[in-house]
């Protein structure tokens, strides 16, 4: 087996080989919106959420070409979170991946238009996919598009701007991470598995690998917002403590391994996914 690090290179050539083809080109009209929504796409991201998706198709037997789609609709989503995330009447940052945000070149309208046309492309994307054994397209759209609104992403952002400066507690917090971060973490692992039949048990087991792994991305985030500095991070350092939002380490410390407690029914077929949950664990940006 490859290292994970050939392994991670590998997929995200193909990853953004995919997206290059699925996205209008920059030059098709109106062009300053294709160029921001390929600006966002193409800044350099480390694909996690897409390479998870393929990841899991693999862990439950299937052909990892086959959540292809899924995989650039999760990365979509996750850009046009972002981008709005970003905006300077959300969390107001001037830093992404280590160039200056959406809306710092092309301005808080075309921004907000980008994510808007990012988070509809998403859809169109997933739609394509070939239906598996005991899911299709239209299973694969639901599951994205509950991930995507306000019971779960959009409703975390909700609930993470109302708490700044709000003295939240466990419950709370835990909500803002399930919603904000973990869930589509999740949803881009259930996509891959879905994309591969996987059977219902084989599907929630990786759910809780999902969740758990999320909670477990965004304890270390939060860490790493406090003890790295902007050039590492790739993004403002310190904008949770400087916005005295409520962070897992003010509150609960470290984590713990479970993530990797869900993946011990699928023995070595997960060894990909294993290695991936490691590396997030141990990650210094």
């Known amino acids: 087996m490859t290292t994970l690090k050939t392994y991670a290179a590998a997929q995200r050539k193909r990853i953004d080989a995919a997206l290059n083809r699925a996205l209008p080109r920059a030059a098709v009209r ?11 796409i193409f800044a350099g991201g480390k694909r996690l ?14 052909d990892d070409k086959l959540a292809l789609p899924a995989a650039c609709a999760v990365e ?41 046309a990012l988070l509809t492309v998403a859809f169109e994307i997933v739609a394509t996919s070939e239906p598996a054994r005991r899911y299709n397209a239209g299973d694969m759209v639901r599951d994205l598009a509950i991930t995507a609104g306000s019971r779960h992403l959009v409703g975390g952002q909700v609930a993470d701007m109302e708490g700044e400066g709000a003295g939240l507690g466990a419950r709370e917090l835990r909500f803002i991470h399930e919603s904000k971060t973990a869930a589509l973490l999740s949803c881009s692992i259930r996509l891959g598995a879905m994309s591969a039949g996987a059977t219902p048990r084989k599907l929630a087991a990786l759910s809780e690998f999902g969740q758990a792994l999320g909670l477990a991305f965004q304890v270390i985030d939060d860490i790493l917002d406090v003890t790295q500095t902007s050039a590492k991070l790739g993004k403002s350092a310190g ?15 470290l984590l713990t391994r479970k993530a990797i407690a869900a993946l011990k029914p699928f023995g070595k077929s997960a060894a990909r996914l294993e290695q991936l949950a490691s590396y997030l664990l141990d990650r210094d940006y």
């Open 30 to 40: 109106p062009a300053t919106l294709h160029e921001a929504m390929r600006y966002s």
């Open 49 to 62: 959420r897409p390479i998870l998706c393929l990841a899991a198709a693999e862990a439950c037997g299937g």
């Open 76 to 116: 979509c989503i996750h850009t046009y979170s972002l981008i709005h995330d970003d905006l300077p009447c959300m969390d107001d940052d001037d830093l992404r991946r280590g160039k200056p945000t959406n809306h710092k070149v092309y301005g808080d309208a075309v921004a907000v238009l980008a994510g808007d």
């Open 239 to 253: 904008k949770d403590e400087a916005s005295d939002k409520a962070t897992y380490p003010a509150i609960h410390g």
